[in-house]
Structure formats: structure tokens, C-alpha cells
């Protein structure tokens, strides 16, 4: 599927070049491996509340015209084939996986292969979520925003259930006016979890405006802490599968939309 989304430039979303051409939002080496169909299913309707984006079901064959020649056969291959060797097992389960942190521990990779997903993500949605400073940074350094202004988490799915699909919010945050008339916070924030199979990876991030170094304490929301290990900004270690509840389909769905209760520090609720 090809999503054109309208008035933005038709330029690479990473490095602004051109031509463009048609990237797999999921490499093709996942669908190959989990046996899948091309298929295209809608899980449900958007999100209202005064938050953008919606929600919906990801084919595995889902694909999008945003990226250059260079970038789709050049990093973007390159991260997929070192990502393929990890993910697999992962889907696999049947040997326990360490997964070590540090700039050569597998997080790192497991963090870059999730938001490099994320971004593509965006492109076969009603617009992105993640602004556009995100993408540049990836671009430039091959990472995802440090701590504490983006968080990664993973978690289990049952096997049994909605076998893939994506969820990503974004929505902006001021407030509250100082006496000069500026706000004492702005920013946007953004929240994506996709999921394949058991695997299930969630990203949420802060882009903040003022002031330029803002942060963001994560309120998570507490039903479904139990269910999730952090892993960026990448920890000393932990082993796949992990040792906590597994998420059911409608504990999946309640832990992706979960996300709208996310607030900078300093935020109340009802400022958007
Ligand atoms: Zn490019």
C-alpha cells in the first residue's frame, strides 16, 4: 500500500533527497519469516479527545514512497540485515535471548531497528506523529533521541491473537502562561506501539520547544507496568522472553492507547 501524504514535500522524510523510492515499512525478510499473507485490516476507529493520528492495523506488505534511492538501499538495508539476526529469535522463542545494553549490546541495535519501524510507520498513516526534528536526528546519528526526551519499552504478546498492528499518537503541550506571556513549557510529544506476533515495542518521546532542554517524567499508565521493560535508553541487560505477564489482545489494545495519559513533567492533564 502507498499512502501519499499531502502537503509535504515529496522528499526523502530523512535526508531530504531524491528520487524517491518504495520502502517496505516491514522488511520483507519479516513477512517471509513469520509465513504471512498480504493482508490489510482495520482494528478500529481514530482517537479523538483533541489528540491527532489513529489507530489502526498494519499489513506486513505495507509499503511507502518517502524515502530516497540512497537512504532505502544504503543504512536502511544495512540496519535491516544486522536487525534480521536479532529479531528472529526473538519472534522465535525457543531459546532464551540476552539482550546486553551499551553501544554494542543488541538494545542499541533492538532500539534502532524500533524507531527506524516507528518512522516508516508514520508514512502509511494519516500523517506523522513524530516530527520531523526526530527524523533528522536519526538520520544524522543513527539513534534514537537520548534519555530523557525518548523512551523505549518492550513486552510480550500472546501468540494467539492480533497477530500485528500499530498505534501512534502525537499531540502537542503548552502551558501554563508565565506573567510574561510565554508559556513555562511547549513542546510535542508522541507515543508509537507496533507489535508482530509476541513482540511488542513501544516508543514514546518529547520534543520539546520551551524551553529547548525541557524533559518529560513518564507517567505510565499503572494497569500495565508490570507488563514492560524498559530498554532505551538501553539498560545493563535483561533475557527474551521476559519474566513478566504476557499481554492478551485486549490488554494489548488498552496498553497502545494508554499512551494518551502520557504528560511532560510539570504538565496537568487537559493542557494540550
Ligand atoms: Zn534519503
Request: contains cysteine; charged residues 15%; positive net charge.
Amino acid at each position: 500500500m502507498t499512502t501519499r501524504i499531502s502537503g509535504l514535500p515529496r522528499r526523502c522524510v530523512f535526508c531530504g533527497g531524491q528520487p524517491l523510492t518504495v520502502e517496505d515499512v516491514f522488511p520483507l525478510w519479516l513477512g517471509d519469516y513469520l509465513g504471512r499473507e498480504p493482508a490489510y485490516r482495520v482494528f478500529s476507529a481514530g482517537i479523538g479527545g483533541g489528540q491527532r493520528r489513529g489507530f489502526r492495523g498494519l499489513s506486513m506488505t505495507a509499503r511507502a514512497r518517502r524515502v530516497c534511492r540512497d537512504c532505502n538501499s544504503g543504512w536502511m538495508s544495512s540496519l535491516e540485515s544486522e536487525a534480521s539476526a536479532l529479531i528472529k529469535p526473538l519472534l522465535n522463542e525457543t531459546l532464551p535471548i540476552p539482550l546486553t545494553g551499551g553501544s554494542g549490546g543488541n538494545l542499541t541495535l533492538l532500539a534502532r531497528w524500533a524507531m527506524k519501524t516507528a518512522l516508516m510507520i508514520q508514512c502509511v498513516q494519516r500523517g506523522s506523529a513524530i516530527p520531523p526534528t526526530v527524523y533528522e536526528h536519526f538520520y544524522a546519528t543513527q539513534l534514537p533521541p537520548p534519555s530523557p526526551q525518548c523512551q523505549m519499552f518492550l513486552a510480550r504478546h500472546t501468540k494467539h491473537g492480533i497477530s500485528d498492528g500499530a498505534t501512534s499518537i502525537g499531540w502537542s503541550v503548552k502551558g501554563p502562561p508565565s506573567s510574561a506571556g510565554a508559556f513555562a513549557y511547549e513542546g510535542e510529544m508522541y507515543g508509537v506501539t507496533f507489535w508482530i506476533a509476541n513482540v511488542v515495542l513501544q516508543i514514546i518521546g518529547y520534543v520539546p520547544i520551551v524551553p529547548a532542554a525541557g524533559t518529560f517524567t513518564l507517567n505510565y499508565p499503572s494497569p500495565y507496568w508490570g507488563y514492560v521493560e524498559q530498554f532505551w535508553p538501553a539498560i545493563a541487560g535483561i533475557t527474551w522472553p521476559l519474566s513478566r505477564p504476557v499481554l492478551d489482545d485486549p490488554g494489548l489494545i488498552a496498553f497502545s492507547r494508554a499512551l494518551r495519559g502520557m504528560l511532560p513533567s510539570g504538565a496537568s492533564p487537559g493542557v494540550v
